[in-house]
């Protein structure tokens, strides 16, 4: 399956990401993790995408799209995969189009989390991750049993910067006018399916595989 995860930030991708490229056996890759890697090694790629990612805006499209070419080139990727966090313009998705045709493979279906904003300012806020294992983490839905430890490798957790409130509110405002829209341009070629993002985390997944039963 090839499959893509959308929706605001805190809706919930990265951690269905994980349950489901578990339960479809493919790979996860998320560009906000790709770069969130290139800023720790603090690479070329890295100190450039910082200074967008700090103030909660876009990578530019061609630094993010050659990138996740170099990535769709790994050999895990080559029978499918789940992307998360991208494509999140119009143009990274016709430039997604443009690198699967070659290769002889399109989208099977694109899965929208719908949540409203409301309960995403709380997500965000309260979101912690594990600094060894990347596992995520949330203070007040999903906290672990010691305050700052992850309960799966024993990892410090840290709070990501562009979480802080007035990045935040610019992350979604750049959804709305930049990202939103892709969910029309999947909806006219019949690959969206969205699913309520609210609710335990394991419904939610329970709900996503559910919907995506008729993809496989
Ligand atoms: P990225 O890392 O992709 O951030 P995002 O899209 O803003 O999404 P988040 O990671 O914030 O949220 P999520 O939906 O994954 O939620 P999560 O599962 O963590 O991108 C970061 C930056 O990188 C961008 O701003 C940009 O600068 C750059 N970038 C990335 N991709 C790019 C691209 N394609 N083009 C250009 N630039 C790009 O959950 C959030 C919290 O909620 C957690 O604490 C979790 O425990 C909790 N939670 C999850 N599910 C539930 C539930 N059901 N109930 C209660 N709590 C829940």
């Given at each position: 399956?090839?499959?893509?995860l959308?929706?605001?930030?805190?809706?919930?991708?990265?951690?269905?990401?994980?349950?489901?490229?578990?339960?479809?056996?493919?790979?996860?890759?998320?560009?906000?993790?790709?770069?969130?890697?290139?800023?720790?090694?603090?690479?070329?790629?890295?100190?450039?995408?910082?200074?967008?990612?700090?103030?909660?805006q876009?990578?530019?499209d061609?630094?993010?799209?050659?990138?996740?070419?170099?990535?769709?080139?790994?050999?895990?990727?080559?029978?499918?995969?789940?992307?998360d966090?991208?494509?999140?313009?119009?143009?990274?998705?016709?430039?997604?189009d443009g690198?699967?045709?070659?290769?002889?493979?399109?989208?099977?279906?694109v899965?929208?989390?719908?949540?409203?904003?409301?309960?995403?300012?709380?997500?965000?806020?309260?979101?912690?991750?594990?600094?060894?294992?990347?596992?995520?983490?949330?203070?007040?839905?999903?906290?672990?049993?010691?305050?700052?430890?992850c309960?799966?490798?024993?990892?410090?957790?840290?709070?990501?910067?562009?979480?802080?409130p007035?990045?935040?509110?610019?992350?979604?405002?750049?959804?709305?006018?930049?990202?939103?829209?892709?969910?029309?341009?999947?909806?006219?070629?019949g690959?969206?399916?969205?699913v309520?993002?609210?609710?335990?985390?394991?419904?939610?997944?329970?709900?996503?595989?559910?919907?995506?039963?008729?993809?496989v």
């Amino acid at each position: 399956m090839r499959l893509v995860l959308i929706g605001p930030p805190g809706a919930g991708k990265g951690t269905q990401a994980e349950y489901l490229s578990e339960r479809f056996l493919i790979p996860k890759i998320s560009t906000g993790d790709l770069f969130r890697a290139h800023v720790g090694n603090e690479s070329p790629l890295g100190l450039e995408a910082k200074q967008f990612m700090d103030t909660g805006q876009l990578v530019p499209d061609e630094v993010t799209i050659a990138m996740v070419e170099q990535r769709l080139d790994d050999p895990d990727a080559a029978d499918g995969f789940l992307l998360d966090g991208f494509p999140r313009t119009i143009s990274q998705a016709e430039a997604l189009d443009g690198l699967l045709e070659p290769r002889g493979v399109k989208l099977d279906v694109v899965l929208e989390l719908v949540v409203e904003t409301d309960q995403v300012i709380r997500r965000l806020s309260g979101r912690r991750t594990c600094h060894g294992c990347g596992k995520i983490w949330h203070t007040e839905f999903d906290p672990t049993t010691v305050a700052g430890v992850c309960d799966r490798c024993g990892g410090e957790l840290f709070q990501r910067e562009d979480d802080r409130p007035e990045t935040v509110t610019h992350r979604l405002d750049v959804y709305t006018k930049q990202t939103a829209p892709l969910i029309n341009f999947y909806a006219a070629q019949g690959i969206l399916v969205g699913v309520d993002a609210v609710g335990p985390v394991e419904d939610v997944t329970e709900r996503a595989i559910g919907a995506l039963r008729s993809f496989v």
